[in-house]
């Protein structure tokens, strides 16, 4: 099969395009994952060790995105942007646990000291 | 896929299986990246534990990602997108259990608000009834200390009664002792008064009481008998007795008469002024009792008497 000029080129432009990394910025990736390490740092990530470390996990694939972008790996940027934002969200979870588990704890411990009130 | 692997794994080097297991890893038969693996565990994990039945949906959502994950490994194995997927797929697995714990301790901590809420009210009702008997008992206490108060006023009122009568009954008493002092004060011209163990005795001279021979009182003598029953009135005895006497001159029997009649005269007086027949009584001793001489004028005008014995009321 004998390939016309203007269809060598075009293959030829579109495979360099998907060498660059093909895919567009992923601005909507980046804004996505941002807010869900802003929504753990509101929800109080830095409470609980646990969250902590999936909050810094996230905010590197963070990091490292931007700096894929940069490279023009907008694809591999995408996808750490996607790693990013799952671990965010399992950041503000376990600091949801965390919080819900000291409020159980709390409640306890203030019937613990009804408890002793109505002793004495 | 694992039985291919393991065939894989087991067999020698000869080109065409070299040929082989390349043709097979090409297929997609090859070992699940590290993520799958903790995506699958994650999952059994999170399926095990409260999620399950606190966090059904975010479950679900996990194991979802979970299949993508699985399906890309399937289809593409090696590839970039299936690690991402796998890490995605783990991360939401971790997510759901979290959700499933948050949801259990988010229970627990009601459970225990309900209950401290419980322990509380309890309590309050508690406190309510022994603050409900305290008073109860200050009531009953006041109540007591309120009766010993009025049971001692009443005491205080009834002492204080009893002051006034006794102060009234000391004043009538020392106003009468006052009246028979004057009474005899003014009977010390007639008479006189002395206190003997018969009682006391108020002896009164013949002469100012009668005229000689008679025994109709002289109105003198009318006059300063009203004293003398008004003070004893006063005063209050238990008995009179009223004794004339005479001197020795003159025969016995009219003497005894006319003494006797004397007396009588006096206790008429007396009793007409007030006081009580039935305590006196009136005897005629004639000369028998003489207090002085019967041989001088004076010594026989002394004997000529009338003695009043007054016994005392006590």
Redesign the interface.
């Known amino acids: 099969m004998r390939m016309s000029f203007e269809r060598l080129v075009s293959w030829g432009a579109f495979s360099m395009v998907v060498a660059c990394g093909g895919a567009a910025v992923p601005n909507k990736e980046l804004a996505t994952a941002q807010a869900s390490v802003r929504a753990a740092e509101v929800g109080g990530a830095d409470k609980s060790p646990q969250a902590q470390l ?1 909050l810094k996990q996230a905010r590197d694939k963070i990091a490292e995105a931007e700096k894929l972008i940069a490279e023009g790996e907008n694809e ?1 940027a995408a ?1 750490a942007l ?2 990013a934002e ?2 965010a ?2 950041a503000l ?2 600091s ?2 965390h919080e ?2 000291e ?2 704890e709390e ?2 411990k ?2 613990q000291r ?2 002793e009130d ?1 002793k004495s | 896929m694992k039985k291919l692997a393991r065939f894989a794994d087991g067999t020698g080097s000869s080109p065409l299986l070299v040929l082989g297991l390349s043709f097979l890893v090409g297929c997609g038969a090859a070992i699940p990246p590290p993520e799958l693996v903790a995506a699958r565990q994650a999952y059994a994990d999170a399926e095990k534990g409260p999620a399950k039945e606190l966090a059904p949906a975010q479950l679900d959502t996990a194991h979802q990602a979970l299949e993508e994950a699985e399906a890309s490994f399937e289809s593409d194995p090696e590839s970039e997108e299936t690690r991402v997927l796998a890490y995605v797929a783990e991360r939401r697995a971790l997510s759901s259990a979290a959700v499933g714990a948050t949801e259990k301790a988010r229970k627990r901590r009601a459970h225990l608000d309900e209950e401290y809420t419980e322990i509380e009210r309890k309590r309050a009702t508690m406190t309510k009834e022994e603050l409900a008997a305290t008073r109860a008992r200050l009531a009953q206490e006041s109540d007591r200390v309120r009766a010993g108060q009025e049971a001692i006023a009443q005491r205080d009122a009834a002492l204080a009664q009893k002051e006034v009568e006794l102060e009234k009954e000391k004043k009538a008493r020392a106003e009468a002792e006052g009246k028979l002092t004057a009474a005899i004060a003014s009977l010390a011209e007639m008479g006189s008064i002395k206190e003997e163990a018969r009682g006391m005795v108020i002896t009164l001279n013949g002469a100012v009481l009668f005229a000689t021979g008679k025994y109709e009182l002289l109105p003198i003598a009318k006059s300063k008998l009203d004293e003398v029953a008004d003070a004893l009135k006063g005063q209050g005895f238990k008995k009179i007795v009223i004794e004339g006497h005479t001197d020795s001159r003159g025969v016995a029997r009219d003497n005894d008469k006319l003494s006797l009649q004397r007396a009588e005269a006096v206790k008429a007086h007396l009793v007409a002024r007030g006081l009580d027949a039935s305590l006196i009584e009136a005897v005629g001793l004639g000369s028998t009792r003489p207090v002085a001489t019967n041989d001088t004028p004076e010594g026989r005008a002394n004997n000529r008497r009338v003695e009043l014995i007054v016994t005392p009321q006590k």
């Open positions: 999936r591999s996808r996607r790693c799952s671990d969200e399992l979870a376990l949801r646990e819900a588990k409020e159980a409640a306890l203030k019937i009804l408890m109505s």
